[in-house]
């Protein structure tokens, strides 16, 4: 049996139990996505090739899924992280500045670029006046790193710490007041990320994930013992066919729905494959995927072991009252220390808080940073 089939056989009996165990029917298609979305998040193409340390190819042209600003200035920047990785980003300040302003670096979804949703914030928040930084993580979108369309719990949140290194040496950020972004998956890395860099004066996350929870737990923690052991082994055995390949296996599109989808995954699809929201080649979860054995590090190293010692320092969490997500956030609140704050958006799904400006609270978000920041 290879991986994908292997993987495939641990769905389906988790599936199959699940079905027993929870009679809701919402609740159990949202609990049958489990094993789904680590497949979601493991398998596909890999369509782009940039190294770690070769200059990066930066398109020039206004390819963002969101209308430009008249208000704020923008240009293309990279910056190297801790472990050599080049990565590429979007520098927005308010048009006119004088003086030194606070700064904000801003990133995800999980499989997103810096053209979608970590972009729009940083956009409207740069029209709040400050100066904000919207990167694509290694090994993804204009970023360096092989192979391509890979993540790490350790490496993306050094991603973080090192945009707040290439902010903090720009002549009109004030090093002292430098804020973070996390959305989706990359709410996770933000945190961890704060928690072990006290130049992070403040932190909000939209519409967390916790990737290290929902990979090494399923959706719900409803990964039993057994299934989460056929996984690892699935993925070990992964790795002998990988070396001997000398390359990472990779698979099917992601979100190429063939019908039947949870509610949630529909909603996912509805984003990153319209052209008319969020859909872009560059996107792995509009155009690619992960490589099969994305999951490993993930699996067995938890992103919020110590989110308790961000505070003094306040952290923001932002979430949709009709996300299948909600989870992550009410828990990361109840792990965190004061000060803090959970803000739910009335009828808001997981995606309506990726790009729908009358739901994403920009308002809280601006004044949030500009007490923090001041």
């Known amino acids: 049996m290879n991986a994908l089939e292997m993987e495939k056989d641990i769905m389906k009996r988790q599936q199959e139990i699940l079905e027993q165990d929870v009679p809701d029917t919402g609740r159990r298609n949202l609990m049958k996505m489990t094993g789904v979305g680590i497949a979601t998040m493991t398998i596909g193409t890999i369509s782009s090739t940039v190294s770690a340390n070769t200059a990066l190819s930066l398109t020039d042209e206004w390819d963002k899924t969101f209308a430009k600003s008249d208000k704020v200035d923008h240009r293309k920047v990279t910056f190297t992280n801790r472990y050599g990785i080049t990565l590429a980003g979007d520098l927005y300040a308010p048009k006119g500045i004088s003086g030194k302003l606070s700064a904000i670096a801003v990133s995800g979804p999980f499989g997103a670029i810096k053209e979608q949703s970590s972009g729009l914030y940083a956009q409207t928040l740069a029209e709040q006046g400050f100066i904000t930084l919207a990167f694509d993580p290694s090994y993804t979108g204009e970023s360096g790193g092989e192979p391509r369309h890979v993540a790490s719990p350790d490496i993306n949140t050094e991603d973080f710490s090192a945009a707040v290194d290439f902010l903090g040496l720009q002549a009109h950020v004030d090093r002292e007041h430098i804020g973070i972004i996390g959305i989706c998956g990359w709410g996770g890395m933000a945190l961890n990320a704060a928690a072990v860099d006290k130049r992070i004066k403040a932190v909000a996350t939209s519409t967390m994930y916790d990737m290290s929870r929902v990979m090494s737990k399923g959706y719900n923690d409803s990964m039993s013992k057994e299934d989460r052991t056929a996984a690892l082994e699935m993925l070990s055995q992964q790795r002998w066919a990988d070396a001997e390949n000398g ?18 995954v529909v909603e996912y699809a509805g984003y990153y ?20 054995t994305n999951p490993l590090s993930f699996m067995n190293m938890p992103l919020l072991s110590y989110i308790d010692e961000i505070s003094p320092r306040p952290t923001l969490l932002i979430h949709g009252e009709k996300a299948h997500s909600r989870y992550f956030s009410e828990s990361a609140y109840e792990a965190a220390a004061e000060p803090k704050e959970l803000i739910i958006i009335p009828d808001a799904n997981h995606v309506d808080l990726y790009d729908q400006a009358d739901k994403i609270p920009f308002d809280k978000l601006t004044d949030f940073f500009r007490k923090n920041l001041a």
Not at 247 to 264: H, I, R
Not at 276 to 291: K, L, Q, V, Y
């Open 247 to 264: 390359k990472p296996a990779v698979g099917p599109v992601s979100l190429e729905l063939a019908g039947g989808e949870p509610q949630f």
């Open 273 to 292: 494959k319209s052209k008319e929201r969020g859909f872009h080649p560059r996107a792995i979860n509009s155009n690619a995927s992960w490589t099969v």
